[in-house]
């Protein structure tokens, strides 16, 4: 298992931007793909970005491009997303997910070790 903390959500204005980490440990990540979805109220747990942490390579969902980036760092065992050009309809609460290996990346169910989630609102 792997454990995840999330920190850094918070309120913005819209344009604005926030950073949230995901702190990971109990396992060695170098086989692991990191993921963030997103959870609005009354809204499915969607897909925003993930990281193939031994090659770097990263996907986003279309909404977010060029706007979010995730990244990792090694020494760290961290993962970081970069919100950038914040809008309303970013606010959720945002979970980062680990998932051994494997190719399918985008789906919850892909998935199988969650951070406890950390709030982003982003006012108009």
């Known amino acids: 298992q792997v454990h995840l903390v999330e920190s850094g959500g918070g309120l913005v204005q819209g344009g604005g931007s926030l950073r949230l980490s995901c702190a990971a440990s109990?396992?060695?990540?170098?086989?692991?793909?990191m993921g963030w979805f997103r959870q609005a109220p009354g809204k499915e747990r969607e897909f925003v970005a993930a990281?193939?942490?031994?090659?770097?390579?990263?996907y986003y969902t279309d909404s977010v491009k060029g706007r979010f980036t995730i990244s990792r760092d090694n020494a760290k065992n961290t993962v970081t997303l970069e919100l950038n050009s914040l809008k309303p309809e970013d606010t959720a609460v945002y979970y980062c997910a680990a998932k051994f290996g494997g190719t399918s990346l985008l789906q919850r169910n892909d998935y199988d070790n969650w951070g406890q989630g950390t709030q982003v609102t982003v006012s108009s």
């Open positions: 990281i193939r942490w031994s090659s770097g390579n990263t």
């Open positions: 109990g396992r060695t990540l170098t086989t692991y793909i």
